[in-house]
């Protein structure tokens, strides 16, 4: 599988779990910017949601150990922070599975993901990660973390 077959790197990385949203792929996710193919190599260029994101080495090495185990071992992970990371880059389907999941996903408007209610309340601007704050539901009482806005 070492041709050039970017299409094929692509569907392998949409298998890749996000370390701490195991719902979303690291391509849902929208850290895999691009994957070009010179030199008889692919270069896979990566954006963490920010600079300090703890899961990029992590990310980094399942990208890694998913290729190697494809017998793909002519490749690059390259870290490109300009542009940086924005939650515009996940698609709509991307945030209905984080919903499910019972993460509220990033939007102006923070939206309970177990019973749908804009009634909530904010607990932490941090929750498990930076990049998600801890909330409340007034209505249903359940907390939960939205996904935040970058």
Same mark, same amino acid.
């Given at each position: 599988?070492?041709? #050039?077959? /970017?299409?094929?790197?692509? !569907?392998?990385?949409?298998?890749?779990?996000?370390?701490?949203?195991?719902?979303?792929?690291?391509?849902?996710? #929208?850290?895999?910017?691009?994957?070009?193919?010179?030199?008889?190599?692919?270069?896979?260029?990566?954006?963490?949601?920010?600079? #300090?994101?703890?899961?990029?080495?992590?990310?980094?090495?399942?990208?890694?150990?998913?290729?190697?185990?494809? !017998?793909?071992?002519?490749?690059?992970?390259?870290?490109?922070?300009?542009?940086?990371?924005?939650?515009?880059?996940?698609?709509?389907?991307?945030?209905?599975?984080?919903?499910?999941? #019972?993460?509220?996903?990033?939007?102006?408007?923070?939206?309970?993901?177990?019973?749908?209610?804009?009634? /909530?309340?904010?607990?932490?601007?941090?929750?498990?990660?930076?990049?998600?704050?801890?909330?409340?539901?007034?209505?249903?009482? !359940?907390?939960?973390?939205?996904?935040?806005?970058?």
């Amino acid at each position: 599988m070492q041709n #050039g077959n /970017t299409n094929k790197i692509w !569907e392998l990385l949409n298998t890749v779990p996000d370390p701490e949203i195991p719902v979303i792929s690291v391509v849902e996710l #929208g850290v895999i910017r691009d994957v070009k193919f010179t030199n008889n190599s692919f270069l896979i260029l990566i954006t963490p949601t920010y600079s #300090g994101c703890p899961a990029t080495k992590t990310f980094q090495d399942d990208i890694s150990s998913c290729l190697k185990e494809n !017998e793909i071992t002519n490749f690059e992970l390259k870290i490109k922070y300009d542009p940086p990371w924005t939650t515009d880059w996940m698609s709509d389907s991307t945030k209905e599975k984080l919903r499910k999941y #019972g993460i509220a996903p990033p939007s102006n408007i923070v939206i309970c993901p177990q019973c749908n209610s804009k009634n /909530t309340s904010l607990i932490s601007e941090f929750g498990a990660t930076a990049c998600k704050s801890l909330f409340k539901c007034i209505d249903c009482l !359940e907390p939960f973390e939205f996904f935040k806005c970058i």
